[in-house]
């Protein structure tokens, strides 16, 4: 079952590829989200530029493209793979997202298709690492820091149910980008020297 898996991670990828926050930066700013802004194309760079209505479509289409991959692998591969399918095609939508092909490896962070890959994977332990990732963004005003506390509580939560070791596996590779993208920053922030979220976007 090597190749269902390799599919799903390819199906994964090319959904992840599509950068909402770009599409939208281009439309309305003719100018791509990589040029403008904090660099980042990501709905809270377009929620400060451009207000809460084109934050939301970008995060309707983060939210959109992780689920069509996910959706898509799980329908071709469920028979092979289960459920499995689901987190191999979130996990190539993590990559497409972050490192897309069209832009040398250089794109997202990943926080919306990580949570959206979680919860279609398991909506009960899911929902409750976005919950808490929440509270940790609340608590320390630094968003870099519920980024990785998502994904921190699902491999915890994972484990608890005794999750395969394949499953445990592609959780940690989940975690491993977060901790790529947003580690750094999570540093900064125990320095002191990164700036705290502003937890409002711009109203336009």
């Given at each position: 079952?090597i190749l269902?898996?390799i599919a799903?991670?390819?199906?994964g990828?090319?959904?992840g590829n599509?950068?909402t926050a770009?599409?939208?930066?281009?439309?309305?700013?003719?100018?791509s989200a990589?040029?403008i802004?904090?660099?980042n194309?990501?709905?809270?760079n377009?929620?400060?530029?451009l207000?809460?209505?084109?934050?939301?479509?970008v995060?309707?289409?983060d939210?959109?493209?992780t689920?069509?991959?996910?959706?898509?692998?799980?329908?071709l591969?469920?028979?092979a793979?289960?459920?499995l399918?689901?987190?191999?095609?979130?996990?190539?939508?993590?990559?497409?997202?972050?490192l897309?092909?069209?832009?040398?490896?250089?794109?997202?962070?990943?926080?919306?298709?990580?949570?959206?890959?979680i919860?279609?994977?398991?909506p009960?332990?899911?929902?409750i690492?976005l919950?808490?990732?929440?509270?940790?963004v609340?608590?320390s005003h630094?968003l870099c820091?519920?980024?990785?506390?998502i994904p921190?509580?699902f491999?915890i939560?994972?484990?608890?149910?005794?999750a395969?070791?394949?499953?445990?596996?592609?959780?940690?590779?989940?975690?491993?980008?977060m901790?790529?993208?947003h580690?750094?920053a999570?540093?900064?922030a125990?320095?002191?020297?990164e700036p705290?979220?502003?937890?409002?976007?711009?109203r336009?």
């Amino acid at each position: 079952m090597i190749l269902e898996r390799i599919a799903c991670i390819i199906i994964g990828y090319a959904w992840g590829n599509i950068l909402t926050a770009d599409l939208v930066a281009r439309h309305q700013l003719h100018a791509s989200a990589f040029d403008i802004g904090t660099h980042n194309p990501g709905m809270a760079n377009i929620g400060h530029l451009l207000g809460v209505r084109w934050a939301l479509v970008v995060l309707a289409g983060d939210i959109g493209k992780t689920a069509a991959a996910c959706v898509i692998s799980w329908l071709l591969f469920a028979p092979a793979l289960g459920n499995l399918a689901v987190l191999y095609a979130g996990c190539g939508a993590v990559i497409g997202h972050n490192l897309p092909c069209w832009h040398h490896a250089r794109g997202g962070k990943g926080v919306t298709v990580t949570c959206v890959t979680i919860v279609l994977f398991d909506p009960l332990i899911g929902l409750i690492s976005l919950v808490l990732g929440l509270i940790a963004v609340c608590a320390s005003h630094y968003l870099c820091v519920g980024a990785i506390v998502i994904p921190v509580c699902f491999l915890i939560g994972e484990c608890w149910v005794h999750a395969s070791p394949e499953t445990l596996a592609l959780c940690a590779f989940l975690l491993l980008m977060m901790i790529l993208r947003h580690g750094g920053a999570v540093y900064r922030a125990y320095k002191g020297t990164e700036p705290k979220t502003n937890l409002g976007v711009h109203r336009s």
